[in-house]
């Protein structure tokens, strides 16, 4: 497994923009698909973002597309997740995930976790 931590989070208004960022640790940092997902108060966790493992190629959930942007940066093991445009309905923990092999959007998919960081979306 690697080891996941976020930060970036806090409170914004609605149209602003944040950086949220997932620091890894471990040796094969590179050979991890990984993901966004964020989980609002009295709802499920849901996907939100991905990279595949072994390219450059993004995914996202329809909610937050052409909004949001996931980017990786090997080198020192950190992936991004880039906000604009940010709403009420973004607020959120978000949370970053990893697993080797495919990429994935389910939840139930992936063993390493990140703690969250919290996202306010509020005027």
């Known amino acids: 497994q690697v080891q996941l931590v976020e930060s970036g989070g806090g409170l914004v208004q609605p149209g602003d923009s944040l950086r949220l960022s997932c620091a890894a640790s471990g040796r094969t940092f590179s050979s991890y698909a990984m993901s966004w997902f964020r989980q609002a108060q009295g709802k499920e966790r849901e996907f939100v973002a991905a990279?595949?493992?072994?390219?450059?190629?993004?995914y996202y959930a329809d909610s937050v597309k052409g909004r949001f942007t996931c980017s990786r940066d090997n080198a020192r093991n950190t992936m991004f997740l880039h906000m604009n445009n940010l709403t009420p309905d973004d607020t959120a923990v978000y949370y970053c995930a990893a697993r080797p092999g495919a990429w994935s959007s389910r939840v139930a998919d992936f063993g390493s976790w990140g703690q969250g960081t919290r996202v306010t979306v509020s005027s």
């Open positions: 990279l595949r493992r072994d390219g450059d190629r993004t």
